[in-house]
């Protein structure tokens, strides 16, 4: 175990009816993190991040957050955690101050800290229910954060919200990972993990198929780049033999004037320093790279974890 580990997951199993959920998962968070679980539907996220708040018992492994154990040593860790689950409500007629004493007890002052950190110092007499999305996340935050945890755990904290609402959410984990707040965050929402995350688990059948930085999970699954750009037709076929033999150059196919150059991620390079040379700047010059959902699809999809049933 890592002495920065604020979780320390080793050999973690759950079963239902004897359909495993999550398979001899191991998983680390260290002290200031920001990590996403990600991976489809039922890949095992949510029971994972329930057991490792002792929500739900493990069938077997260990599991240590902040030095305890979240079954036996619940009591002491439920004041060190701020968790924000799929099945989080309010009464629609709790207000925003009236949900803030109930959670917060007498940390009154820290609470009006909160909610104007978060924005929402204006809406303390609005009712839960005439809250928009994003603004009841944004309260969710609030509530996890009251007791100062040492670790947030966020599932699906954006799920079903609109683009703006989406946007003022990441905008307020974007604070916590900007204050050092150790978080863990479950989404099948790919952007958010890239826009987040420090680091990502992809997770597949309740086992980890890969994990690193986002930029690292897209250069080892999805490392390939397009560039495409009108060319005229003039001494085309030489320019197009020319453009095949320039360094991770896959392939060139062209469709009347467009030119589309694929390849290894140096292509982009290679292909501009070429147009450069032969001093053409397209006006339509497009590249087009991967993203980690690109890369998620490759690795789900790839036949050694289709082998080794880790698919």
């Not at 946007?167 to 050092?180: D, K």
């Not at 479950?186 to 890969?210: F, P, S």
């Not at 453009?243 to 290894?264: F, I, K």
Request: with cysteine; hydrophobic share 40%; charged share 25%.
């Amino acid at each position: 175990m890592k002495s920065t580990a604020v979780v320390a997951v080793r050999g973690l199993t759950k079963s239902y009816g004897g359909r495993v959920v999550v398979d001899h998962l191991d998983l680390d968070v260290d002290a200031g993190e920001v990590v996403g679980l990600i991976g489809a539907n039922g890949a095992g996220k949510t029971t994972a991040v329930e057991c490792i708040q002792g929500l739900r018992r493990p069938d077997s492994g260990t599991i240590s957050v902040l030095g305890l154990d979240p079954v036996r040593d619940a009591g002491k860790l439920r004041p060190l955690i701020g968790s924000q689950l799929q099945s989080s409500g309010l009464p629609d007629r709790l207000r925003v101050a009236e949900a803030v004493e109930l959670f917060s007890g007498r940390r009154a002052r820290d609470a009006d800290l909160l909610l104007e950190r978060f924005g929402l110092g204006h809406r303390r007499k609005y009712a839960f229910g005439t809250m928009s999305g994003g603004e009841r996340q944004r309260l969710f935050l609030v509530l996890a954060l009251l007791n100062q945890p040492r670790l947030v755990i966020l599932d699906e904290l954006t799920q079903g919200l609109d683009p703006s609402a989406r946007r003022e959410v990441w905008s307020a984990v974007s604070q916590l990972r900007e204050a050092g707040t150790t978080v863990l965050l479950v989404t099948h929402e790919l952007d958010e993990a890239e826009e987040l995350c420090e680091r990502v688990v992809a997770m597949r059948a309740g086992q980890v198929l890969d994990a690193g930085t986002p930029a690292e999970l897209v250069a080892r699954h999805a490392s390939w780049a397009t560039v495409r750009f009108a060319l005229p037709s003039g001494r085309a076929s030489e320019s197009l033999d020319a453009l095949r033999r320039l360094p991770g150059v896959a392939d060139v196919a062209r469709y009347g004037d467009q030119v589309t150059v694929h390849g290894e991620r140096s292509v982009i390079a290679h292909a501009g320093a070429w147009l450069v040379s032969r001093g053409r700047i397209p006006d339509d010059l497009r590249v087009e790279v991967p993203d980690l959902e690109t890369a998620l699809l490759a690795l789900l999809d790839s036949p050694a974890h289709h082998e080794t049933g880790a698919a």
